[in-house]
């Protein structure tokens, strides 16, 4: 995500480097190369333009401090420039109604269906609520099912009609059944098309008319580039809707939906989604998003996600087990399997800053942990309590079972042994930096 952008605008700052002070000609060379980066991440050409001269209004208007190096402020300016073209402020769904109603809306393709269980799934666990998905897609061929896949995932009803194929007498009567059975939330899945179609825009607008939503978020592909930008200002001036959903931002994006939607529609971006899974989705925030564009990372997104599969009895048996030196291959599968939940691996490792660009060539997904997880797999239950007991032959009945070798079961062992020394250490409270200057540097497979 962002990937070549982030690297063309580190490229545009270096340019800065040794300058003294801003000046209207490195300024002018300087923007004129942020200026194609923009472009080359397909963000409109109007956009861009107006984008790099209130950079440079700012930039020429700013004393630069003895303390602050040319390059450094302007890096913030863009920062602060690129946070103001995605809207700013973060903006929250309004969820007023009893039942609050949610409409989805946009191509098909778009992923309509699988961001309306993400939504309902986020509800569901952040937010305590009941939600009901509806199956408003009368004519996609297993459109009904999908959704019902989907809900059957999250553990969330899922509304149809056999043989009704009139979408605004559904909506109806799937709020009416919300109200029934105690569902505070409706979430309704509409029909798309592979173009926008007169038909298309009628029945969208008759549904909206019929249930008066409190939301109405048009769900693009962030893979689309500007004809995402083009369809959501036609579905805009249609049905005036509330917030924009930005799917499959985990993609080869180039991003220039992200940073050109918001001042073409003049509507927030409301949310993204980053993966497949149904808890792969997150609420935009504008400086965050700045952030990771400019490769500083996302610290707090990164914590929020860690916190949500935070255990706090969990987290004190651990710190137990640490001070006493006992932290074993079941904990530490325990630990591996939080990281997992927390999302796509690349994505949270591209939180931390400065290690988005140094983990960029490598093939890190969710199977970086196979090999780990097979060999801890291939343990008895004793090695894994006490691993002190593995010897020579249980390492190479170990290397069998998993489908490893040898030299990868060591290379783990005196790994989690460094590792646990380690983290002992942390637990205690010792400054541990001379010891991770002596840890070897890991292994290929982990």
Known sequence: MFDNLTDRLEQS????????????????????DIRRALLDADVNFKIAKQFTDDVKEKALGQQVLTAVKPGQLMVKIVKDELTQLMGGETAEIELTGSPSVILMAGLQGSGKTTFSGKLANMLKRKKGRHPLL??????????IDQLKVVGEQIDVPVYTEDGNKDPVKIAKAAIKEAKTKGHDVVIIDTAGRLAIDEQMMKEISSIKNAVEPDEILFVVDAMTGQDAVNTAKEFNDTLDFDGVVLTKLDGDTRGGAALSIRSVVEKPIKFVGTGEKMDAVDVFHPTRMADRILGMGDVVSLVEKAQEQFDEGEARKLQKKLAKNTFNFDDFLKQINQIKKMGDLKDVVSMIPGMGKAM???????????HIEAIIHSMTPEERENPAVINGSRRKRI?????????????????????????????QGKNVQRMMGGMKQPGRRF
């Open 360 to 370: 960029k060539n490598m093939d890190l997904d969710d199977d970086a942990f196979k």
């Open 134 to 143: 509806v199956a408003g897609d009368v004519y996609r061929p297993a459109a």
């Open 13 to 32: 700052f270096k340019m800065l480097k040794g300058q003294g002070m801003i000046t209207e000609i490195n300024v002018a060379e300087t923007l004129k």
């Open 399 to 427: 290397a069998n079972g998993s489908g490893t070798n040898i030299q990868e079961v060591n290379r783990l062992l005196k790994q989690f042994a460094e590792t646990r020394k380690m983290m002992k250490a942390v637990s």
